[in-house]
């Protein structure tokens, strides 16, 4: 399975992606997502799942399933946008509470054993050489705490350019 994460709105999605993106599970922002709130039931009470039952619980279980996991985010300050970034904390039941060192980091260990490719594509105008910077240290951290090892990220400043550096999943 193949995942696309946006935050476009559905008139621009379908616009831009819908036929690129046609085979792929989407998802976006409905508004109902709740933030993560770190009470480790993800672990602990629904081992793989999220206590929080918004459409959003089952982060996890969709990543475990996925092939390539394709993320399109507006650039905040060289972080993802809040909905985006929500996502990804959601997705923590993914791995498992226990650690290993990694690289001379404590992380948490995989519960899936499935491999993953990433690719992000931020947007928005103006993005500077410094925010640029910091989503691509953003996006290595995410890839390694994810065990992601192929990884992209591209960087566009208009939608219509970003529907250029965008393929097919």
């Not at 935050?7 to 599970?25: N, T």
């Not at 092939?67 to 507006?74: A, C, G, L, N």
Request: positive net charge; glycine residues 6%.
């Amino acid at each position: 399975m193949n995942i696309l994460i946006h935050d476009l709105s559905k008139e621009h999605f379908c616009s831009l992606f819908s036929d690129v993106y046609k085979d792929a599970y989407i998802v976006s922002d409905i508004g109902t997502i709740r933030h993560c709130i770190g009470c480790f039931g993800c672990w602990i009470k629904t081992p793989g799942t999220c206590v929080l039952k918004d459409g959003y619980e089952n982060m996890g279980e969709l990543l475990s399933k996925s092939e390539k996991v394709t993320i399109i985010s507006r650039c905040f300050y060289g972080c993802y946008s809040p909905f985006v970034k929500n996502v990804l904390d959601r997705s923590i039941p993914w791995l498992l509470p226990f650690f290993k060192i990694l690289n001379n980091e404590t992380h948490h260990k995989r519960r899936y054993q499935n491999k993953m490719r990433f690719a992000v594509h931020f947007y928005g105008e103006n993005i500077t050489a410094e925010e640029k910077e910091t989503a691509k240290k953003l996006v290595k951290a995410n890839c390694t705490n994810f065990y992601v090892k192929n990884y992209e990220i591209s960087f566009s400043n208009t939608l219509n350019e970003l529907r250029g550096e965008v393929t097919a999943i």
